[in-house]
């Protein structure tokens, strides 16, 4: 079983297939490394694709202690994973959960990530607090997309975090479309960003 040890010392069970341009998949709270399965199985063929089981979900640690847990945290474990497998530079795309935790690490980490997309993403309710420090300078994101749908309990902070971007010139793409927090939502945001992510790529890919 594959792991990285982070920088606290917790155990993190990782998969990883292909070659070429990486790209990181970032799972929701209610799923885990296989629901990116399909995705994995796709766009391996081309490309350097890795996904990982968050702590708090085994294969992967467990710690008992709450202060193990927090969105800075979540950050410096995709940080931790992608170095200890030696990759310095990628995509990510994250649903739900992971959609916040992509938007947390991408916006802050600009010489690793150039395109971030979040679908559903549980974004902070505090943007304006909680990404006070981030500088971007223009051009320094080819791709920041976001995705959420009508039905989704997290339309209302999704459309809040575009304001705040809007707000602070920040160029990005902000789609509502009908549905709910599920799958059938996702994958049609994934079929949309993929030639965007990889634009010699049309993604069929479904989960």
């Known amino acids: 079983m594959a792991t990285i040890t982070t920088s606290d010392g917790v155990k993190l069970y990782y998969e990883e297939a292909g070659q070429g341009d990486a790209i990181v998949f970032v799972h929701e709270f209610g799923g885990h490394h296989l629901s990116w399965e399909t995705q994995m199985r796709y766009f391996s063929r081309r490309y350097h694709c890795f996904t990982y089981q968050a702590r708090g979900w085994p294969p992967s640690d467990v710690p008992p202690n709450f202060d193990s847990y927090s969105q ?47 679908f559903s993403g549980a974004v902070p309710r505090d943007a304006a607090t909680s990404f006070k420090d981030v500088k971007i300078p223009a051009g320094s994101l080819k791709l920041l997309w976001l995705g959420c749908g009508t039905e989704d309990s997290l339309l209302a902070p999704n459309r809040e975090f575009s304001g705040f971007l809007k707000a602070t010139g920040v160029p990005h793409t902000f789609k509502e479309t009908s549905g709910a927090h599920t799958w059938i939502v996702w994958r049609r945001y994934l079929q949309e960003v993929a030639p965007q992510l990889f634009p010699q790529t049309t993604s069929t890919a479904t989960r």
């Open 72 to 118: 800075a945290r979540a950050a410096d474990d995709i940080a931790d994973v992608m170095h200890g497998i030696g990759l310095p530079k990628a995509h990510i795309v994250g649903l739900s959960m992971g959609g916040g935790q992509a938007l947390n690490i991408g916006l802050r980490r600009l010489e690793t990530f150039s395109r971030v997309a979040a």
